[in-house]
């Protein structure tokens, strides 16, 4: 695959929010602020489906192979077949839906949206199990860690068992006065990497015992020369499937660093994109990185570069083999 150029014959309009490998396949799905969700294979260079909505898709992810679910910013949460190419609505919040992650290990879907409320979905009834109400704090990330929730709030990080949203099982303000930007979990479920707004990265480890388990904490850029820190907001984290020591970076100013968090130390880092890292994701072996490359609303300037996605191939020691680029060239 390396030097194959995958390109969009319908351009992506708008600004991207989320892409996601797909458990088993090649297929990359596609959320975007142009109202359609995209589903296309990496390896056969080739759009397999797109689904035109009625609302902004704010994040996406995958139920198996040929189920996925949407939010979007009319507050709905949306169901969707891949193979008869079909869709339904499971649920609704109140404002802005911004967040969904899908559980395997209870069949539930976990939203939260703008109206400050978490929610959670079975799957199988399309009906809600659970509601949490948060009051005063809204939901800037959140990810799925085992059979626990751990939701990004300001600058804290709360884990809650969201068989049981209720129950609060772990609660920590990292940054004081420091906003969270991005929070995923370890491939293992054994804890956690937190971004900040400032470029730090905070790898967490509050439940179970293991070779990181007291955790730690590093910038993502260096000092400049002046001695004033390079400061600039983690968008995203991505993890190695096959390796929970390897994990991507990506900022607002289009940097992407593989870290090692074993040795803690940086492996290496791609070209500076032109635009914002949206999005990042591994495929399920762990030898290809996707990076969405576009304007992110959260900036608050006007769009400069259309939105582009790459797939880079990474070797087996985690550094870069050979670079495919998808996008709208």
Known sequence: MSGTSLKFENPINDAITRIH????????????????????????????????TEAALLDCCFQSESIAFTAASDGSITRFDMHSGNSEALGHHDDLATCVEYSDQTCQTITAGWDNKIMSWDTRLAK?????????????????CGLELVVATGASINMYDFRNLSTLGYSKELWANNQIS???????????AVGSVDGRVSLEFPTRSGPYEKGYMFRCHPKLNDGRRHLV?????????LSSGTFATGDYEGYVIIWDA?????????????????????????QLLAV??????????????????????????????????????
């Not at 991005?182 to 956690?192: A, E, I, K, M, Y």
């Not at 969405?292 to 996605?309: C, D, L, R």
């Open 21 to 52: 490998f797909a458990p088993q396949s090649y297929n990359l799905l596609i959320s975007s602020w142009d109202s359609n969700l995209r589903l296309y294979d990496v390896q056969s260079s080739m759009m397999r489906l797109e689904f035109p």
């Open 128 to 144: 809600p199990l659970g509601c949490l109400k948060l009051h005063g704090a809204s939901v800037e990330s959140l990810t799925l």
């Open 182 to 192: 991005s929070v995923q979990s370890l491939p293992d479920s054994r804890g956690f």
């Open 233 to 241: 907001a983690v968008s995203d984290i991505a993890f190695n499937p």
């Open 262 to 286: 074993r040795s803690r130390k940086r492996i290496f880092e791609l070209p500076r994109y032109p635009s914002s890292v949206a999005s990042l994701s591994f495929n399920q072996h762990g």
């Open 292 to 329: 969405a490359s576009s304007y992110m609303y959260q900036e608050g300037k006007e769009i400069q570069e259309p939105p582009q996605i790459l797939i880079h191939q990474m070797n087996s020691s985690g550094s870069q083999g050979g670079k495919v680029s998808s996008g709208n060239e």
